[in-house]
């Protein structure tokens, strides 16, 4: 990820942390930028979904091979562990997006390319029906634990933790699925 695009992404989840979405205006992020090819504040999402990819791959290049379930878990909760890092600024934007559900429309291929990033990160299969079926079953996951995780106050997040090795072992037995 380039570097801009990565200073961009900070300074707009910074902004989050002070104001809510609706008060962001996108002169505000891209101030003082050099260059910039980031025209409107879905750019900005969009951005700040890709920074938090990149964060992914980066945290997880060492992860040990092991059953899709305990790779799945990991990936989870380094997701997880990063959205964390930026807790107020996400809550902020979910409560946006809950209630502006046609700018989460505008972001979700890029949402997609994350679900399918965390797949395949997990040794998990992404191509043909099974991988679609793959692909929506780890959607939902994600909805769900997000869901869990805007609720969960504990530092450790033991509550969502708990909540997703339940979840993955009910999507284990299973046995189409992974």
Same mark, same amino acid.
């Given at each position: 990820?380039?570097?801009?695009?990565?200073?961009?992404?900070?300074?707009?989840?910074?902004? $989050?942390?002070?104001?809510?979405? !609706?008060?962001?205006?996108?002169?505000?992020?891209?101030?003082?930028?050099?260059?910039?090819?980031?025209?409107?504040?879905?750019?900005?999402?969009?951005?700040?979904?890709?920074?938090?990819?990149?964060?992914?791959?980066?945290? $997880?290049?060492?992860?040990?091979?092991?059953?899709?379930?305990?790779?799945?878990?990991?990936?989870?909760?380094?997701?997880?562990?990063?959205?964390?890092?930026?807790?107020?600024?996400? !809550?902020?934007?979910?409560?946006?997006?809950?209630?502006?559900?046609?700018?989460?429309?505008?972001?979700?291929?890029?949402?997609?390319?994350?679900?399918?990033?965390?797949?395949?990160?997990?040794?998990?299969?992404?191509?043909?029906?099974?991988?679609?079926?793959?692909?929506?079953?780890?959607?939902? $996951?994600?909805?769900?634990?997000?869901?869990?995780?805007?609720?969960?106050?504990?530092?450790?997040?033991?509550?969502?933790?708990?909540?997703?090795?339940?979840?993955?072992?009910?999507?284990?037995?299973?046995?189409?699925?992974?």
């Amino acid at each position: 990820m380039q570097i801009n695009k990565i200073s961009l992404a900070k300074k707009t989840l910074l902004l $989050l942390e002070k104001k809510s979405w !609706k008060n962001i205006s996108i002169s505000s992020v891209i101030k003082n930028e050099k260059k910039t090819i980031i025209k409107n504040k879905i750019e900005l999402l969009i951005n700040i979904n890709r920074y938090f990819d990149y964060l992914l791959k980066k945290n $997880l290049s060492n992860l040990e091979d092991s059953s899709k379930k305990d790779m799945l878990f990991e990936v989870f909760m380094a997701r997880l562990d990063i959205l964390n890092s930026y807790r107020k600024s996400i !809550k902020n934007l979910l409560k946006y997006l809950s209630s502006n559900p046609q700018d989460f429309a505008k972001i979700f291929p890029s949402f997609a390319e994350s679900i399918i990033l965390m797949a395949t990160i997990s040794n998990i299969k992404v191509n043909g029906i099974k991988g679609l079926a793959n692909i929506k079953v780890i959607m939902i $996951l994600y909805f769900l634990i997000i869901y869990t995780w805007n609720k969960d106050e504990t530092e450790s997040l033991e509550k969502t933790m708990t909540t997703l090795d339940n979840y993955l072992t009910n999507v284990d037995k299973l046995s189409f699925v992974f």
